[in-house]
């Protein structure tokens, strides 16, 4: 099977970089190809506007979305938006790995959805959710958080990680038509001794082994 990997924090050495790495060794060695887009390194620019195209429809008035149609109509994005645009429709499974920050995804990573999610190539004109272009598709966040795991359920600290996180499951993914799998979660990483990190990567590694057998959740239901 097609794995895409979408890689953002910008430390080598963290927990996310462990579990990036664990990743493509995991599916590679199960005889999977894997491609990766790892936004830091490539110094991904988030920010929108009228480079995301080679192409103009309105000089005068940029709305974004209709600049996205008529670029999908021309072949009008520029080359990186494009590469990444082909690696979303290439792949079975698209994974995120990230940290959590402020209940959300980095900055660098929403950017990457903001430029990369066109409308005309990746959704609309009747494409969307049980339509949507990546029908057939699954995708899975693997993340960490800055807590421990009491802290995110219903009546933690923080609250319900899922509710949290239904924003992405629901507003991106199945937007487009993809199948959500259950997130991978490691709950304060900071705080975790290396035994338990190294638990930690095991079961990741273990999990992505047996990865296409998953039953999808149901998104709506939380």
Known sequence: MKI?????HPEPKSMNAAMFHEAVEALEAAGHEVKTTDLYAMRFNPVSGRHNFTTTLDPQFFKQQLEEVHATKQNGFVPELDAEQQKVEWCDLMIWQFPMWWFGVP????GWVDRVFAMGRIYGGGHI???????????????????????????????????M????????????????LHPQVVYGPARMSLAERTEALAGWHSRLQEVFNETPI?????
């Open 4 to 8: 895409l990997i979408v890689y953002a």
């Open 129 to 163: 959710y049980e339509t949507g272009v990546f029908n057939g598709k699954k995708a899975l966040l693997s993340l960490t958080t800055g807590g421990k795991e009491a802290d995110y359920l219903k009546n933690g600290f923080n609250g319900d990680l899922l509710s």
């Open 107 to 110: 900055a660098i990573l929403k």
């Open 165 to 180: 996180l239904k924003p992405l499951h629901r507003g991106i993914f199945q937007f487009t038509g993809f199948s959500v």
């Open 218 to 222: 149901e998104v709506g239901t939380y």
